[in-house]
């Protein structure tokens, strides 16, 4: 095997490689002058103008808000939502014949789907 060897004169830098740091009580601050202080320190907040709290609505009556969920209720109607069961055997029908017209087969998966498609074709 061989063995490494490795020159003692690499190992020293040239004189030129070599940079001289100032010392550190002789490093000055960039920012003031030689026979100037800083007596105050530096503002870093901005200042932002004061904003009052505004005062919330009155709130409406109990009772006008409960007149008002009885109207919604009474108005709601189960032919619009699509996720209001109704009769299951028309249902199923339905979502069969669905399947026939679109060429899928009516199992677990597509079940749910052909329901929605029938209960949105109007066809039950």
């Not at 109704?86 to 979502?95: D, F, H, R, S, W």
């Not at 998966?109 to 066809?123: E, F, V, Y």
């Amino acid at each position: 095997m061989t063995t490494r060897r490795t020159s003692k004169a690499a190992a020293k830098p040239a004189e030129s490689d070599l940079k001289v740091t100032p010392e550190a009580a002789k490093i000055e601050s960039p920012v003031l002058t030689p026979g100037e202080k800083n007596s105050e320190p530096a503002q870093v907040e901005t200042p932002t103008e004061a904003v009052e709290p505004t005062k919330p609505a009155e709130a409406s009556a109990p009772e006008k808000i409960q007149t008002d969920v009885r109207e919604k209720l009474a108005k709601k109607s189960t032919e619009d939502n699509v996720f209001v069961p109704t009769n299951p055997a028309a249902l199923e029908k339905a979502a069969g014949e669905v399947a026939k017209e679109k060429g899928f087969d009516l199992n677990r998966g597509t079940s749910i789907g052909a329901r929605l498609m029938a209960r949105a074709g109007k066809s039950i």
